[in-house]
């Protein structure tokens, strides 16, 4: 599988390519801007970008900015954004702007490496991957959302963990429900949330970006 890695640390950066070369990914280029990222990713496009939302110049949302640009851009290509805080917002906009396949991950998570790889591949087949961090703190906000309040407790469950990233067989284990329990659920969600029928996949990124904003 081919990645690129964009971080302005030269030693986090180097500690990523290490991780993943040996995890068996083809790291294809590295890059210390948004700029020198977007112009690797160009010429010859990955199956996923690495990117440090903070980057130079102004250390804000450069990283952010060229994930979206990549995403319209190169739809195939999977967006994997790492930072060191939780902020909802850019995850919000991530989503908002998806492409094939997108992630959000603290940068603590790298040093669960398994759980890391296992971020990249799922991105990489074109699912969303949100940290936990990250929903937890948008699942203790205050729903205001008509639609969500129609949701059952257990599908309130589903959609956080759908949140996370996770199959209908990894939400299923988690609940000790079978797939098929879990995918009815998933549809009723659909429903109430008002999701035209679409690809499910589609509609799952619709249906998170829903609870994300509520």
Do not use: C
Request: overall charge negative.
């Amino acid at each position: 599988m081919r990645v690129m890695v964009a971080d302005d640390s030269l030693l986090f950066r180097q500690g990523l390519v290490h991780v993943l070369t040996v995890a068996g990914f083809d790291v294809t280029g590295q890059a210390g801007t948004a700029e020198e990222l977007l112009e690797l990713v160009s010429k010859a496009p990955p199956e996923v970008a690495i990117v440090d939302i903070r980057m130079p110049p102004t250390q804000t949302t450069e990283g952010l900015q060229a994930a979206r640009e990549i995403a319209r851009a190169n739809p195939a290509v999977g967006v994997l954004l790492l930072s060191h805080y939780v902020e909802t917002q850019h995850a919000m906009q991530l989503l908002a702007g998806a492409g094939k396949g997108v992630g959000y991950l603290l940068k603590d998570r790298v040093s669960d490496l398994d759980k890391f790889n296992d971020a990249v591949r799922t991105v990489a087949a074109g699912h969303s991957v949100i940290d936990p961090e990250v929903v937890a703190q948008l699942v203790s906000r205050r729903r205001t959302h008509d639609l969500l309040a129609d949701l059952t407790e257990r599908e309130q469950e589903v959609l956080a963990l759908m949140a996370e990233g996770r199959s209908n067989s990894a939400i299923g284990q988690k609940l000790f429900l079978s797939a098929k329990t879990i995918e009815a659920h998933v549809h009723s969600i659909f429903g109430k949330l008002e999701l035209e029928p679409a690809a499910d996949d589609h509609r799952r990124v619709l249906a998170v970006l829903t609870y994300l904003r509520s």
